[in-house]
């Protein structure tokens, strides 16, 4: 059953409440696996509007279902809670009261929708099936996704299918986008600790320079994307940080920099790795010196589902005009952790844009803030996703 817009008309008496949520949510932020205060309030929210609420997957993560009718069918909807150790420089009345730590990514805002939605689909009672919202920790670093996995969420609250949105800035207001397939990429992090000889910067002969050594690490990866891996395979290898050194007159004994990997195939992911260590360790050599790895997996490419994102895709243009449903026409290089609930069961994740202006912050940018004028958008639109996919008969 579509929503209609005297329904939406009918659910802005539920707004002043979602924008309320949203910024005491964003008063209120905590870094994943520490939501606790959150996961609190989330909790009884939950609670007080009727859900079967169970606490503790990942820790913090909370999981609220809502059973209606006769139907073995069910879903899930996931939005993440977790914070970003940035300081905040919003100047919003209800900024940050946790020094270093702020929502920079919108994580308040779609914990709000979501709120928001149960509340009118507990009110409704619309649907056909069982409904589990989950609230989930950690999205930003530690994998709370998949560690919700490990601790039995599928088993538990089985779902045949789950969906899952992020608020994007940069794209127009309003308009959902979205793409078959891979949609975000896989993220690798890399420290190189190049082991040299310290000495007078006045007789670099004397020494063994890292820094030297480190240049020509980094000059040399670039050689990777270019010259290892097929042009058509999309793959970043980027150095974001570089340390060494303390003074201009002293060689250091050692340097450091790290380094962000993305990629989409399984393939090309085991080749940037392999290439990294390889590239490393032999211009390292050529200067006598040695070098350290640590290089650790992150987080696999989120892959959609085509059933589920045509279903989206569909459902968006019904709701809001075939005008505001966009195709993304290549996935992003950035990460997302519902990878890993993709990978257990089929569904889809998409992009709501909220641009104001084309000079908004970007996420996880000091100055970002949630586009509270979004909130009816998304909250009314995962109503319409459970309603319609646990249609009653």
Not at 213 to 218: L, P, V
Not at 228 to 245: M, S, W
Request: hydrophobic letters at 40%.
């Amino acid at each position: 059953m579509t929503i209609e817009p005297k329904d939406i008309t009918a659910f802005s008496n539920h707004m002043p409440d979602v924008v309320a949520i949203r910024h005491h949510l964003h008063r209120n932020p905590e870094i994943g696996l520490s939501e606790f205060k959150t996961s609190d309030f989330v909790a009884a929210q939950l609670e007080a509007m009727g859900y079967d609420v169970t606490r503790g997957l990942a820790g913090t993560g909370v999981v609220a279902t809502l059973r209606n009718g006769s139907s073995a069918r069910s879903i899930g909807i996931r939005a993440d809670i977790d914070a970003l150790p940035i300081h905040e420089e919003t100047g919003a009345d209800y900024a940050s009261e946790n020094p270093g730590v702020m929502h920079a990514c919108g994580h308040d805002g779609h914990t709000a929708m979501l709120l928001g939605a149960a509340k009118i689909i507990a009110d409704r009672r619309n649907f056909d099936g069982t409904i589990h919202l989950i609230f989930q920790p950690a999205e930003e670093n530690f994998g709370g996704a998949r560690i919700m996995i490990e601790d039995g969420l599928f088993e538990r609250f089985p779902c045949d299918a789950v969906f899952a949105l992020h608020n994007e800035p940069s794209l127009p207001f309003g308009h959902f986008v979205l793409r078959d397939g891979p949609i975000m990429a896989a993220v690798d992090e890399c420290k190189i600790t190049i082991h040299g000889h310290g000495g007078h910067g006045a007789e670099p002969q004397t020494a063994l320079d890292p820094i030297v050594a480190g240049a020509s690490i980094i000059m040399a990866l670039q050689t990777i994307v270019s010259r290892n891996i097929h042009p058509l395979t999309p793959t970043v290898v980027t150095v974001g940080a570089f340390h060494a050194g303390v003074a201009s007159n002293v060689i250091p004994e050692t340097a450091e920099m790290l380094l962000t990997i993305r990629s989409f195939d399984a393939d090309a992911r085991d080749e940037l790795e392999k290439r990294i260590c390889l590239i490393a360790q032999g211009q390292a050599a050529s200067y006598g010196m040695s070098v350290t790895l640590d290089y650790q997996r992150g987080y696999n490419p989120t892959v959609n589902h085509k059933a589920e994102t045509d279903y989206i895709a569909g459902l968006a243009a019904r709701f809001a005009g075939a005008d505001k449903v966009i195709e993304m026409p290549r996935p992003t290089m950035g990460a997302e952790d519902f990878a890993y609930m993709l990978e257990e069961r089929p569904g889809a994740y998409f992009f709501l844009g909220t641009k104001r202006t084309d000079n908004d912050p970007s996420l996880h940018h000091p100055k970002f803030d949630f586009n509270d004028d979004i909130l009816p958008i998304g909250t009314s639109f995962w109503v319409e996703l459970a309603e319609d996919y646990l249609k009653l008969a």
